[in-house]
């Protein structure tokens, strides 16, 4: 083998980088890592007492009104190194602790300031540098001491040719138990680097929860999706097929126009209440785009009732609102779950009307009053000569009898004696709902 | 088949499907309607009173939906009328729970009138799997999974094993002849003696027991 083999020139410089960083990755959690922490920690150390030093005195300056900026940007030093931190004990220490939420994710001065002080995790911070300047107190002294020791047994003792073997011992352990000591201040280090810059259960825990929430409002949409678009889209399908065959002659089969300018009339119809809705959902992904973190799909409330029944309008439903005891700036206080569930009743109750009876005059009607939130959809008789009286509801009635009943109501849907159709909600209306 | 037409209840809960269906149906000489309903309790009147050949059954309705409409009807008679259930999405949750329940197959609303109505003579005829792709698809990745054993099932000849394998596997009686080298009559006397000891009423049935037992396995 020629000596070039061993020597890679100027041109590999890339190659030793990586092979030194597979030597490191190698040794990062064994004691070299450990040794290199415990060395870095005696500055480090240093360095953040004089970070709590300015702490206390921007919190004694705080009483002159000046101190608060110096608080709010030493915090956020800290919170700055804490990340630091994380990354040294990651590779040092082999310590797996994840990184922090940002306080720059957070919208606005305000938020940020709130989450800066407030932050469980900011604090937390505060508590692991005080632990470091602690640790790094302990690794100096436990060097000095051991390091006088090795000096006093050098220079202080008579050596000859009886004592230097026992001494020479002596030293070696004094030495050893040094680097033990040490060694055990960087172990604990790693405990409580664990404890202290890992994730904190709330974290934790509000993320759990913003995914479970994004899960939900993900299903509520695909349902709402199922339930509207999805089956006007097939309605529409079996309408147009139906046509184009009564209008295609084939064998003995009659040709039937009436069936056909029908079935256009309804397709007609329902193509438009689903784009209607499906303006609806686009606006509400829109919405949660741009909200981007927010987290959750707007659920419709009674506020979108007017722009609901405007779709309705427009696809030739005469329909009034009729809104009562409600503040005139959405109704701020009915919850939003229940504003959801009565905007669903009042799209199911208007869309089954449109698909069972045609268009007849409908007045769509919200009460609070009481404690009690009514909502009705009430239609006259039916105008379209082929419908006839719904079958007690449509597929998503089911469904909101379940959710009126788990909210404490009553959802009842039944034809009136002048031959038209009602569909009737009262929820209790409190607080906590 | 017969001269006499397919007899036909359509069950949904929209008018406008139903009154579509009805037309794309009536338009086929070997199909009859004879009944529509468009709740489940509703379809349970009219199939007693119509005696259909196949029910067309919507799953989501209110009162009774098509799910207990199905098992109700397979309680009645286990052979007559058979189900056909319609769905929008073919990853509907409820489809796999309505095979369970004793439908025969389902078919996509959207699917090409020609194909419904080719998947209404399947199931009339019981002779092969309605969309035997997707349907083997939904069986296998709702039936929680087994150890592979074929002992769990009644002991069947290797003959049939054979068969039954071919059966889930989608394959009509024309084509489990042709790849055993048997003739039409001899698979289908093969396929009633698997449903008979499987006690399964058709094939989508018997391919349910096979996936729940684990003989057939993913």
Known sequence: MSPTSYWHGPGTAAESVAQLRAVLAAARPGWPGRAVYALTSLPLGAAYLGLFAGLVASAVAVVYGVGVVLVLLLLGATRGVAGMERRLARHLLGVDVPDAQRVRDQRGVVRRVRRLVLGADTWRAVGWLGARVLLAAGTLATLLFGGAAVVALGWEVDWNAVTALPLLALVAAVAGGTLAVVDLHVRLAARVAARLLGAAPEQRIAELQQSTRRLADRNRLARDLHDTIGHALTASLLQATAARRTLTPAGDRPLQPDFARQALGHIETNTRTALAELDRVLSVLRTDEEAAAGGSFAAPSLADLEGLLAGLRDGGLPVALVLDGLADDGADDVPPALQELVYRVVQEGTTNVLRHAGCPLTVVQVVHSGGVLLARVCNERASQLDSRPGPGGGRGLAGLRERTAAAGGTLTAEPTPTGGFELCVTLPVTAAA | ?218
Do not use: C, W
């Open chain 2, 1 to 218: 088949m017969t001269g006499t037409p397919l007899r036909l209840v359509l069950v949904d809960d929209d008018v406008l499907v139903r009154s579509g269906l009805r037309v794309i149906l009536e338009g086929e000489a070997d199909l009859t309607v004879v009944g529509d309903a468009g709740t489940g309790r509703e379809a349970l009147e009219v199939a007693a009173r119509s005696d259909p050949d196949v029910v067309l059954m919507d799953v989501r309705m209110p009162d009774m939906d098509g799910i207990a409409a199905t098992a109700e009807l397979v309680a009645r008679d286990p052979q007559r009328p058979r189900v056909l259930v319609l769905t929008t999405f073919e990853d509907d949750d409820y489809l796999f729970r309505s095979l369970q329940a004793g439908a025969s197959g389902f078919a996509l609303k959207r699917s090409d009138p020609d194909e419904l109505v080719d998947a209404i003579r399947v199931v009339a005829r019981g002779t092969s799997l309605v969309l035997p792709d997707l349907t083997r698809r939904l069986i296998a990745s709702h039936v929680p999974g087994r150890t592979r054993g074929a002992a769990a099932l009644p002991d069947l000849t290797a003959r049939e094993a054979d068969v039954l394998r071919l059966v889930a596997g989608g394959l009509s009686n024309a084509e489990i002849a042709a790849r055993l080298h048997l003739s039409r009559e001899t698979v289908k006397t093969h396929v009633s003696g698997v449903l008979l000891k499987l006690g399964a009423r058709d094939r989508t049935q018997a391919v349910i027991a096979a996936y729940e037992s684990g003989f057939m396995a993913l």
